[in-house]
């Protein structure tokens, strides 16, 4: 009886840890078998994220990034992202608009960051601030607003033809003025004395240095910054 006893409990034990084997394996894409990867500047690629070229199971499709020129990118509902860097201390990745360029002060973003399925699995970490484009139909005096249309004469900017562009920096949405429209919103993580004027180089670079997001939810004595509104949001408690 000792005998069998034994046998059924060897046996349950064996069963409970290629169990968990199995899950874990699944769970983090059977990470086993995985070896970082890298692309140019970005060293390390590991789980969650993997490049298009390494196996499916190394990460989940959502955080598939692209190695083009010695350049890494994230593709997210037809957008493209530049990575300028992965923090796996933080669980963050830096991210920038490719088409704004250092070459060139005049190139801005063409598409916002405000879409449904990026939110599905990025956060914005809470030190982030919002970069909004605004069209005017007339001049606007404001020491609050940056405007940009006298820096970049030459090029087509938002909102219709004969119309002025400006930008506004941080949350106040009391900034719009009347028969202006708000054209799109990004975000940038370096820090911003938005209560002081922000110069045109300033803001140039603010957008080559991207935004930074997180992977996961925070702890619930973190939040994040929601991208409607300027509100936080904290995660769940662990």
Not at 219 to 228: D, T, W
Request: charged share 15%; with cysteine; aromatic share 14%.
């Amino acid at each position: 009886m000792y005998i069998l006893s034994q046998s059924l409990l060897l046996k349950f034990i064996y069963f409970f840890i290629t169990t968990q084997l199995y899950f874990i394996q699944n769970s983090h894409g059977n990470q086993i078998n995985c070896t970082p990867s890298s692309c140019g500047e970005i060293r390390n690629i590991s789980y969650p994220f993997r490049l298009n070229t390494d196996p499916k199971r190394c990460g989940p499709p959502e955080y598939v990034l692209s190695c083009e020129n010695n350049t890494t990118s994230l593709y997210l509902n037809s957008h493209k992202y530049l990575v300028h860097e992965i923090n796996y201390t933080k669980d963050t990745i830096r991210l920038a608009i490719p088409n704004v360029t250092l070459i060139e002060s005049c190139s801005f973003p063409k598409y916002p960051l405000f879409d449904d399925m990026f939110y599905s699995y990025y956060y914005y970490v809470a030190n982030s601030v919002p970069i909004s484009f605004m069209s005017c139909p007339y001049p606007v005096n404001s020491s609050n607003l940056l405007e940009i249309t006298s820096h970049c004469a030459d090029k087509k900017l938002y909102g219709v033809n004969g119309s002025r562009a400006y930008i506004i920096f941080g949350k106040d949405v009391h900034q719009v003025k009347d028969m202006c429209e708000i054209d799109l919103v990004v975000m940038t993580s370096l820090p911003l004395k938005i209560k002081e004027n922000v110069s045109f180089s300033t803001m140039h670079k603010a957008l080559l240095n991207g935004f930074e997001v997180s992977w996961i939810l925070p702890l619930s004595n973190e939040c994040v910054l929601s991208p409607i509104g300027g509100y936080n949001f904290c995660g769940k408690t662990q």
